[in-house]
């Protein structure tokens, strides 16, 4: 299973390319769980990501990890913003159960 550390590398390789992808994978970090087009596998306190159609894990070490990178997906996609709430301005839909 191929990895890789750095979450900016990764997410440019990603490509996210409309809401329902940001939040997929904004859920799946967060719930450590899939969602979406995003896969993920607990190992320990460590948490691997991977997109569909990609080889690649992202590994989040740690849940001070986990937490960075939900930070750089707000800022990144996000403006800033609570990621829940600039999804449902961009008119998402997609719910949770967590």
Not at 21 to 39: A, H, P
Not at 84 to 95: F, L, N, P, R, V
Request: hydrophobic letters at 30%.
């Amino acid at each position: 299973m191929p990895t890789i550390t750095d979450c900016e590398r990764w997410l440019d390789n990603v490509k996210l390319t409309s809401a329902d992808d940001v939040y997929s994978l904004y859920r799946t970090v967060l719930d450590e769980q899939g969602c979406g087009d995003f896969q993920c596998s607990n190992r320990g306190k460590e948490l691997y990501i991977r997109a569909s159609g990609s080889d690649q894990w992202l590994q989040l070490a740690s849940k001070i990890i986990r937490e960075s990178f939900l930070d750089m997906l707000k800022a990144r996609y996000c403006e800033g913003k609570d990621l829940q709430i600039w999804y449902t301005s961009k008119g998402g839909t997609m719910s949770h159960t967590g």
